[in-house]
Nanobody, 121 residues
Framework: QVRLVESGGGLVQPGGSLSVSCAAS????????MGWYRQAPGKQRELVAD???????NHADSVKGRFTISRDNNKNTVTLQMNSLKPEDTAVYYC???????????????WGQGTQVTVSS
């Protein structure tokens, strides 16, 4: 069983900073692309950022220049540093990871349980 456990999140004022982290654990051979999605009330889930095993990143246009994704391959963790937060960044943030459980397995997508980020004064 593969588990993605998120931490961080919470309430922050507009213009503030916050980070969310996610750790993959359990029966896993290799973790490939890791990323963060978010879903605001009444809206579809959207990709925020993702990062490949070799560190290549992809950030949504709405967060470019404000959010930065990073990972630690030794610890199988991914972190999203969020700066200059806006009320429209309010959402549940979900961690994802493509994980191969054994050397013979193809990678499959796994999701965390989500963590709330609220930007409000």
């Amino acid at each position: 069983q593969v588990r993605l456990v998120e931490s961080g999140g919470g309430l922050v004022q507009p213009g503030g900073s916050l980070s969310v982290s996610c750790a993959a654990s359990g029966l896993l051979f290799r973790v490939y692309t890791m990323g963060w999605y978010r879903q605001a009330p009444g809206k579809q889930r959207e990709l925020v950022a993702d990062i490949s095993t070799d560190g290549k990143t992809n950030h949504a246009d709405s967060v470019k220049g404000r959010f930065t994704i990073s990972r630690d391959n030794n610890k199988n963790t991914v972190t999203l540093q969020m700066n200059s937060l806006k009320p429209e960044d309010t959402a549940v943030y979900y961690c994802t990871a493509d994980v191969a459980r054994t050397i013979l397995s193809s990678p499959k997508e796994h999701w965390g349980q989500g963590t709330q980020v609220t930007v409000s004064s």
